[in-house]
């Protein structure tokens, strides 16, 4: 499965989110996903799965639990394809920082004016 069609699920990019916060035991990953998107537990198991495959997510197993981190792999996957795109959007970030940096200083620089009167 494609990268992108791996995050054009919300479940999957949920899951991704709360991986990424804490390594998870599949149990509580269940238990919060259930809950916020009122799935079954197989429902989550198979997100997992296409989550680990995909190389997205990782798993090991410590005793009967089995716990999951988010995997770069996955994430460096779509950065290095989104990367190529950067030059489009970079200079135009750069230019917004210069023009908050100078609105910044620009009031620094002004007069403090008092104000007079009741509010209403």
């Known amino acids: 499965m494609h990268a992108f069609e791996v995050l054009a699920d919300p479940v999957r990019r949920r899951i991704l989110e709360l ?16 809950a916020e998107f009122g799935i079954t537990q197989a429902a989550v198991s198979q997100h997992l799965k296409v989550l680990r495959e995909s ?6 197993a410590e005793a009967q639990r089995r716990l ?20 489009f959007w970079e200079p135009k970030l750069d230019a917004l920082a210069t023009e908050i940096a100078r609105g910044k200083r620009e009031r620094r620089k002004a ?9 209403a």
């Open 111 to 119: 007069p403090i004016v008092k104000r007079s009167g009741k509010r």
């Open 19 to 34: 991986l990424g916060l804490k390594e998870m035991a599949s149990g509580e990953v269940v238990e919060v996903i259930g």
């Open 55 to 60: 190389g997205f997510a990782s798993v090991r």
């Open 68 to 87: 999951y981190s988010v995997d770069a792999a996955g994430l460096q996957a779509v950065d290095a394809w989104v990367g190529q795109f950067r030059t």
